[in-house]
């Protein structure tokens, strides 16, 4: 099979071929392009270039794989409320166990009067 004449990254940009000497070429073929898009859409653009500058080339794929993987886990947060949602949901746990722990407490205290 030939190989497309455009990534991921530039058709996303809406190139029909790759911009010169393309960073995101041997990352993101266009068959990825979905990958791309939920990474631009958790970490943005700015920070996957700073990560690409900032990883050292061999190391690369391996980066990409594991900020993916990431960027699937909070997706699947943020379908769900967000991590603000989940923490409001810790919090009333909290609140319940700790009016449990109160009622326990007055129970003792009652049997102790007795
Ligand atoms: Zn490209």
Redesign the pocket.
Known sequence: MEEAA??A??RYDG?DV??EN?Q??GLFPLSQIEKFRRMVRIYGKATLSREYRETPPLGRAHRFETMHRDALVQEVYRHRGGIAGRLQELENVIQQKDQQIAHLQGTINIQNLE
Do not use: I, S
């Open positions: 455009v990534c990254a530039c190139h790759c911009v393309c995101w070429r």
